[in-house]
């Protein structure tokens, strides 16, 4: 059974910073392209469409970011541990979301609960 677990949001002035952390089980992190993704609309899970990937790396361990968020946003992961993590510095305001780590593609049936971040003065 594949499951990701995340943490680290939490609420963070504008200009602060945030380190997320994903546990897998089920899959092995150093034989995938894994992601970050954001939902940005409301605050209940929602659909698959409704979220954006932000940063992913590959199982070479190659990152890549969306434009808005490259240069403060760092990807990385632990093969050892099996885990990913994104360093999010300077955030910003229009960062705000439920963050949630899957597979690049993702897997739907797989989604974990996702991790809050508010960025708010």
């Known amino acids: 059974q594949v499951q990701f677990v995340e943490s680290g949001g939490a609420l963070v002035q504008p200009g602060g910073s945030l380190n997320l952390s994903c546990a897998a089980n089920?899959?092995?992190?150093?034989?995938?392209?894994m992601g970050w993704y954001r939902q940005v609309t409301g605050w209940r899970p929602a659909p698959d469409n409704q979220?954006?990937?932000?940063?992913?790396?590959?199982?070479?361990?190659?990152?890549n970011y969306i434009g808005p968020v490259r240069g403060r946003f760092t990807i990385s992961k632990d093969n050892a541990k099996n885990t990913v993590t994104l360093e999010m510095n300077n955030l910003r305001v229009d960062d705000t979301g439920i963050y949630y780590c899957?597979?690049?593609?993702?897997?739907?049936?797989?989604w974990g609960q996702g991790t809050q971040v508010t960025v708010a003065s």
């Open positions: 899957n597979s690049i593609p993702y897997m739907k049936d797989y």
């Open positions: 089920g899959i092995l992190v150093r034989d995938k392209a």
């Open positions: 979220r954006e990937w932000v940063a992913l790396i590959t199982a070479s361990g190659n990152p």
